[in-house]
Every structure is written in structure tokens, then in C-alpha cells.
T-cell receptor, first 114, second 114 residues
């Protein structure tokens, strides 16, 4: 079956530090890959996505590249801000009969200090 | 103007009760979903409807019954509530059920069963 594994959190950084959150996946087909972010007390919102191998998704200074050879979709940001403090979820949606079902990683809590 | 809304936002109830959560989207999407987020933030799909037809039904106890009266609404009814049902329930919608589609999430309903 499909699965997503994210690096264990929580991650605590100082403002302007470099961020990497690792994500690897297992899928039976050719999935689309997503990063969703959940701010405290809110629902999830899409941060970025990539739908085929070697695609790079980017948004708000965050980037992730779909690496089929390493089955990875690591999230990076060059300089984090306090406002980036949130829970980050890596997810995949497989082709075929998944009907858009998202399979999520366990989430990584990020805290950024001033 | 809220894209995906859920009511109620908080629900505190006794074991054995029956309760409903309502979801509405004003994005004109064809597909809607219910996800459950447990206390460790792990998210899992429960159900999905496309154009009022059930397309995903994960291994959820049959005490949970979704209903979609029209494309814009997807409600979740839970019978005989148990302690383990305590969680945050998120509704989401997408344009269609394709694997590349972005899902838009509601703010969540925090259910506490005492």
C-alpha cells in the first residue's frame, strides 16, 4: 500500500535559519506529491505540490523537488520566520483508483523563535 | 467568504449519544472528503463523495454514516459515540477526484466524547 514517512519532530529553529523537513514515500503508481501546512487552530492549506518526477513546487519561499529515484519530496526554506511556526504534512495521491485520496505523513511540528 | 465551512466548531458530548457534523463548500467543487485527525496529529481519510456518490469508504465503523444531499454539502452522522471517536474531523473539497487536484480544507470540528 501507499505510505509517507516524514522526519520526526518537533523542529525548533531560530529566525532566519535554514529549514529542511525530509519526506519519503512508497506508492504503487505514479503519485502526485503535496506539502500542506496547518497553523494553530486552523485547517490544512496547500503549501506546494508537484505532479510528476523532477517537478519543483514552490510557494512563500518554500521549495520541494519530486525525486522519483530516491522517492523523496523534501521541503526546504532558506530563511524561516516566526510566522512559519506550524505543523507541516507531506502527502501523496496515487493514480488509478485512489479517487484523490490523500495519504499523509505523521506531520512535523515547526517552532521558530525570534 | 469562507470556502469550506463546518459546523459546529466544537462538540462536547457524552458516550452513547448520536451527533452530526455539517460541511458546506462554495467553490463549485464536485468532490468532498472527510478526514479524521487524532491526538497525535495523524490524518486519515474516512469517506469521499463525487457528485453525491460515495467513492471512498475506508475501514470506518458503520456507526459513521456520511450523507451528501447535494454537491455542495457533505454531512457526517455518528451513532453511539465512543471515547475513541474524540478527534478533530476535517471536511475538504476538490474540483474533481483526480490525483493531481488540490484539496481545500475546512477549519475542523473538535469532538470530545466524555
Amino acid at each position: 500500500g501507499n505510505s509517507v514517512t516524514q522526519m520526526e519532530g518537533p523542529v525548533t529553529l531560530s529566525e532566519e535559519a535554514f529549514l529542511t523537513i525530509n519526506c519519503t514515500y512508497t506508492a504503487t503508481g505514479y503519485p502526485s506529491l503535496f506539502w500542506y501546512v496547518q497553523y494553530p487552530g486552523e485547517g490544512l492549506q496547500l503549501l506546494l505540490k508537484a505532479t510528476k518526477a523532477d517537478d519543483k513546487g514552490s510557494n512563500k519561499g518554500f521549495e520541494a523537488t519530486y525525486r522519483k529515484e530516491t522517492t523523496s519530496f523534501h521541503l526546504e526554506k532558506g530563511s524561516v520566520q516566526v510566522s512559519d511556526s506550524a505543523v507541516y504534512f507531506c502527502a501523496l495521491s496515487d493514480q488509478g483508483t485512489s479517487y484523490g485520496k490523500l495519504t499523509f505523513g505523521q506531520g512535523t511540528i515547526l517552532t521558530v523563535h525570534p | 467568504d469562507t470556502a469550506v465551512s463546518q459546523t459546529p466548531k466544537y462538540l462536547v458530548t457524552q458516550m452513547g449519544n448520536d451527533k452530526s457534523i455539517k460541511c458546506e463548500q462554495n467553490l463549485g467543487h464536485d468532490t468532498m472528503y472527510w478526514y479524521k485527525q487524532d491526538s497525535k496529529k495523524f490524518l486519515k481519510i474516512m469517506f469521499s463523495y463525487n457528485n453525491k456518490e460515495l467513492i471512498i469508504n475506508e475501514t470506518v465503523p458503520n456507526r459513521f454514516s456520511p450523507k451528501s444531499p447535494d454537491k455542495a454539502h457533505l454531512n457526517l452522522h455518528i451513532n453511539s459515540l465512543e471515547l475513541g471517536d474524540s478527534a478533530v474531523y476535517f471536511c475538504a473539497s476538490s474540483q474533481d477526484s483526480g490525483h493531481q487536484e488540490t484539496q481545500y480544507f475546512g477549519p475542523g470540528t473538535r469532538l470530545l466524547v466524555l
